[in-house]
């Protein structure tokens, strides 16, 4: 799929199981589709889609520094229109959460519902709690995929996830390097660039326009919690879910239970 004019970039999508009515997957900052296929499962009854965002998994991207919002949202739209979803309904996590967001306010009609964990979308002046230079400093380069789940599942939040979800960002995010070995598919200067840039879009000011259905989810252990509850109070028809056991990480961590508030919300 052809993302959005003027920066065109061949975007990738990926089916992850299931047939009917399509729902779409939108992952969050420095991950890829794949890491919600093992939530996808508990969908056999839709046709589920994940949607590689540019830069991320096997989408392309142009140089880090030129990234905005604004862009992956014109993405997701073209998207849509490329796959002929009529009333698309979608499953956001993180960044996918604002992205998807920005896409609706950019037109409106974009989504028929959408179940978002976390969403992005942060007030002005919000001092992020991101360790961006830690981003810069992530390693990138590994011996083998083994030894790359290894060291992942050795460390926070990683080691709190689903093995199935954890294997889904080995095995996909990375790709064979030139000089032996592994390396990371996203750029770790690509995750940090988009780190500043969601800081960036006015999604905090103009959620009571975004009318549609949507149910925002949140961890009752992520520093992200009370944020959440205050983007679904100002949403035009908001909801608040909190799963208190979770982190940011909730829908890899239990993608069943997750998978299973979503499908109530979703009918």
Known sequence: ???????????????????????????????????????????????????????????????????????HGEDLRATITALNIEDADIFAH??????????????????ARMVTYEPVAPPPHWASQMDIQGTLRRRRHFDSRESAIE??????????????????????????????????RCDPRHEAMNYRAGLTHNTWDRLHEIAVPTLVMCGGESYAAQRSANIAERLGDGQLKVFESLNHFGPMQDPAEVAAVTKNFFG
């Open 151 to 184: 060291r992942f599942g050795s460390k926070h939040p990683w080691s709190e996830v689903s093995p199935d979800a954890l294997r889904a960002y080995v095995e996909w995010g990375l790709k064979p390097s030139a000089d032996g070995g592994y390396e990371l």
């Open 94 to 111: 993180s960044m996918g959460g604002g992205v998807s967001m920005i896409a609706e306010l950019q037109q409106s009609g974009t989504l």
């Open 1 to 71: 799929i052809l993302g959005a004019a003027p920066l065109a970039m061949q975007l990738t999508t990926h089916h992850l199981g299931g047939d009917g009515r399509p729902l779409l997957f939108v992952h969050g900052n420095g991950m890829h589709a794949h890491v919600l296929q093992p939530l996808a499962t508990f969908f056999p009854g839709r046709e589920c889609i994940g949607i590689d965002l540019r830069g991320f998994g096997h989408s392309e991207c142009e140089t880090a520094e030129s990234i905005h919002w604004s862009v």
